[in-house]
């Protein structure tokens, strides 16, 4: 069983910052494929952006050039670094963890970007 604690949510003006976390349990996290997804009410959970093992990373393309997903396996830890934020990104985030065929969820951060 894995374990997600997301952080870092909440509201911030058009055109600014906000920097999400995610702390994992687990001995073997550098091991585990990590992403952040979001979701806002009445539609589904999209993806915005992944990191392997390794380091590879992938954006969904309303957020290229604006996020950046990053890992510290010694913390066992994803962030996301968002600039240039916009009212559209106003969403629930949820961080992702998948082992093989197995998925877990964080319980979710709050940003809504408004003036």
């Known amino acids: 069983q894995v374990q997600l604690v997301g952080s870092g949510g909440g509201l911030v003006q058009p055109g600014g910052s906000l920097r999400l976390s995610c702390a994992a349990s687990g001995s073997t996290f550098s091991r585990y494929f990590m992403g952040w997804y979001r979701q806002v009410p009445g539609k589904q959970r999209d993806l915005v952006a992944t990191?392997?093992?390794?380091?590879?990373?992938n954006y969904a393309d309303s957020v290229k050039g604006r996020f950046t997903i990053s890992r510290d396996n010694a913390k066992n830890t994803v962030a996301l670094q968002m600039n240039s934020l916009k009212p559209d990104d106003t969403a629930v985030y949820y961080c992702?963890?998948?082992?093989?065929?197995?998925?877990?969820w964080g319980q979710g951060t709050q940003v809504t970007v408004s003036s």
């Open positions: 990191i392997t093992r390794t380091g590879s990373t």
């Open positions: 992702n963890a998948q082992i093989g065929l197995v998925i877990y």
